[in-house]
């Protein structure tokens, strides 16, 4: 929404809040824009209004109350409530006629009453049609016949028409459900009020005989047939939409219900939703983890698939995070929760997918425009349809035909449904695959990006140091370089440290342990009878303390730094003893996924601040042109980097987990965050990678895009009909009954074709 709100004036001081309302009583993208405009015009504010999940999303300063926003979608004609504030005026409170109507309008739109009404349509639309369209199975005074089976038809069956239709009469204005109940009812009080004009009008009929369908001028079969169809659309497409949002109710549903909470040292049971911040949760195998938090006893492996897709167990132990929602596979874990409720990975994921839901892509609001206004026109062309058929042949059959026809044909269902459902769809699928769109908009950024910059720690790379060789020299072998340097680290917190401990389970005892941040570590171990003075880490770390350095040690260390290796050095009693290679290793489907991207039409730009050598490693082993690395990059260089990239014509998409990416990740024009990382970067991104996994940027453009194409197909045929469908209806050439059945169709299209991005990634 932000472009929308650069067009409000300037004219309310102080922060926007932002609403969300549950709207009722809408059917049709001219309800949206009705909503939509009647809220505008309030002071400060802008809305985003979704047909498909009946929402609205408002942006209001603070001297807007939430009942002054209710109160103007009720004058609009519609029933709203505040999401989450019980306490507050919402439908409840609303005028009688307008409450009634917006929840009769929204339960009359639930799949199974549609399935009622359509029952019942169906079952005597058939003979209505057969007695009326086939003369071997007319009998004398058919017609009453008719018109007594077609009237449950028009009036209880499409009461939802009718309804909507009044309703927005009501507030001088009209949507779809107007031209459905206008066509309806034409055909059905036409018809009768012919058949009392002349009550003998069938009553010579014979069963086998012929008779002119244009001497009774009848029409009860296109008022039911109409009805009929409609309300099979409108069955197909409650059904049909409800399958597109299962993915966010599903997402929503992994949460666990209960917890078992340690309190005083006695294990009780306590709802999710009661936990707080702190509380030590005890996960037996099997269960699922109700909160976000740190494991303080325990070790296990942590089942992620349902939350991020990961198929492999997670291993953790005492001071590994965890998140709510995945599973304890085997041992029992105490987990202190640090998230709870709202705060949750879960909850935020839902959250962004809600939100992207609810908003609204550039490309629709063209179609918001169009519809706000489209019906009013369909009106204007009905009645000059009928006008000037009378004036030009005098035939009154022919006129009420292609008026009628005109009506039917022209509603504009497909128009409020074609971003919708696809969006709805596409941000569903993207959550089952780990990958969270944050709005509408980045649908139409992903469509233009041509330059993927990607950090390189924790996007690139694992972000996790290992030691890939130790070099050995003045004697010594290497599983004495790595004991003694091991030993030492063992004691340090740095990543470095970890790392070097990590690769050999010998320790030597110690003691005279100190440590410089940034430096390196020094110690006395002991090992047998002799106790040496050991000093670990960068060569001014060495030299501070004593440890002189051949040339022939810096010729080593030079080309170890090449091959893109985090060196360490290792003196014992102030002569150098070996060297230990670190590094951080490239992710297993990084190459991949840079194919991919090119694939896809990108260029890859590595960014990091780490030195070239190690940058130019990094790149070469992932795919990526050394032309192409941007290496000992502060993180204000690297929005430098982005801008400097955007003022070459680029459109630049930034991946990046850390802090230090955040201001990045907000310059670009499309920012990614993979899951793993800070509060910071995910906040500042446009799309979340739930499971920190590279190949899944590629995927998550991808489906971007796919997902704005269905978009754009759906418009694309909704505008399409409409265009040729009204002239051909106004020309006489298109019946009614045909009509409706058309106009249904383009609607279960629509949403049929959005539908068709469930299977996208399989």
């Known amino acids: 929404m932000a472009e929308t709100r650069a067009a409000v004036p300037d004219r309310v001081a102080g922060p926007l809040r932002t609403l969300e309302l549950d709207i009722t009583g809408m059917t049709c993208s001219s309800c949206v824009s009705r909503v939509e405009r009647k809220l505008g015009r309030l002071d400060g504010v802008d809305a985003s209004v979704n047909l498909a999940l009946e929402t609205a999303t408002v942006h209001a300063p603070e001297d807007v109350s ?95 028409f009718h309804r909507s239709a009044a309703v927005n009469a009501r507030h001088l204005t009209s949507t779809m459900d107007t031209l459905v109940s206008l066509g309806v009812s034409a055909a059905y009080l036409f018809s009768l009020w012919n058949l009392l004009r002349e009550p003998a009008m069938t ?60 309190r005083d040292g006695v294990e009780t049971p306590v709802p999710a939703d009661r936990l707080r911040r702190g509380d030590r949760i005890v996960v037996r195998p099997g269960e699922k983890i109700a909160a976000d938090g740190v494991v303080v006893e325990g070790r296990s492996a942590v089942d992620t698939s349902l939350l991020t897709g990961e198929s492999l167990p997670v291993e953790v132990e005492t001071g590994d995070a965890v998140t709510g929602a995945t599973i304890n596979t085997n041992g029992r874990l105490v987990v202190e929760a640090t998230r709870v409720g709202s705060e949750t990975t879960l909850a935020r994921m839902g959250r962004m997918v809600a939100q992207a839901q609810a908003g609204k892509a550039p490309v629709a609001r063209l179609a918001d425009r169009i519809s706000g206004v489209f019906v009013p026109v369909v009106l204007g062309i009905a009645l000059l349809t009928l006008t000037g058929w009378l004036v030009l042949t005098g035939d009154v059959h022919a006129a009420f035909v292609a008026a009628v026809s005109v009506l039917v044909i022209a509603c504009p269902c497909a128009l409020g449904l074609a971003t919708p459902t696809a969006l709805l769809t596409g941000t569903g699928r993207g959550a089952q695959l780990g990958i969270l769109i944050k709005s509408a908009e980045v649908l139409e950024d992903t469509r233009s990006v041509d330059t993927v910059v990607l950090d390189k720690t924790g996007t690139v790379t694992s972000g996790r140091l290992s030691v890939a ?93 090449e091959g893109g290796s985090t060196t360490i050095l290792v003196a014992v009693d102030g002569a150098l003893v070996g060297f230990v290679d670190l590094r951080d290793t490239v992710k297993e489907d990084a190459r991949e996924a840079i194919g991919r991207l090119v694939d896809l039409g990108l260029r890859p730009v590595l960014l990091t601040g780490d030195n070239e050598p190690v940058a130019r490693s990094v790149a070469a082993e992932a795919g990526i042109p050394a032309s192409d690395v941007v290496a000992d990059v502060s993180p204000a260089g690297k929005v430098a980097v982005v801008r400097d990239l955007q ?61 704005l194409s269905i978009i754009k197909s759906n418009l694309f045929w909704a505008f399409a009909y409409n265009t040729v469908a009204i002239p051909v209806a106004a020309a006489g050439l298109l019946n009614p009954v045909v009509a409706g059945a058309a106009m249904a169709f383009s609607s279960v299209f629509v949403v049929l074709n959005s539908l068709r991005l469930r299977g996208f990634g399989r």
């Open 66 to 160: 939430d009942e002054e926003i209710v109160e103007t979608v009720e004058k609009a004609g519609y029933g709203a409530a505040v999401r989450h504030a019980p306490g507050r005026r919402g439908a409840q409170d609303a005028p009688a006629m307008d409450r009634v109507a917006g929840r009769e309008s929204s339960s009359l739109r639930s799949p199974e009453a549609l399935r009622r009404r359509l029952l019942v349509a169906a079952a005597l639309s058939a003979p209505v049609f057969v007695i009326s369209m086939l003369p071997g199975f007319q009998f004398p005074h058919w017609g009453w016949v008719v018109a007594v089976l077609s009237l449950p038809v028009v009036t209880w069956a499409a009461w939802p």
């Open 203 to 262: 009553a010579g009929a014979m069963p086998g005989h012929a008779m002119d369908m244009a001497a009774h001028q009848l029409y009860f079969e296109t008022g039911a047939l109409v009805t009929a169809f409609l309300l099979l659309g409108r069955w197909l497409e409650a059904r049909a939409k409800a399958r597109s949002g299962e993915a966010l109710r599903a997402l929503l549903e992994l949460g666990a219900k209960d917890a078992v909470v340690l």
């Open 469 to 561: 060789s130790v070099v050995p020299v003045s004697g010594y072998s290497r599983e004495q370089v790595l004991d003694l340097a091991a030993s030492v680290e063992h004691h340090s917190e740095h990543p470095i440290a970890r790392a070097v401990a990590a690769a050999t389970p010998h320790r030597l005892p110690v003691s005279g342990f100190d440590s410089a941040p940034g430096g390196g570590v020094r110690a006395r171990v002991t090992d047998g009878m002799h106790s040496r003075s050991v000093v670990v880490g960068r060569t001014t770390w060495l030299t501070e303390n004593g440890v002189r350095l051949a040339g022939s040690h810096l010729e080593a260390l030079r080309r170890a730094q």
């Open 647 to 707: 003022d070459d014509g680029r459109v630049v998409a930034m991946v990046g987990d850390g802090v230090n990416d955040a201001a990045a990740l907000a310059q670009a024009d499309l920012g990614i965050a993979m899951g793993s990382g800070t509060d910071a970067a995910i906040e500042a991104a446009d799309i979340t990678i739930v499971r920190s996994d590279v190949g899944s940027v590629p995927t998550a453009i991808a489906l971007s895009r796919r997902t």
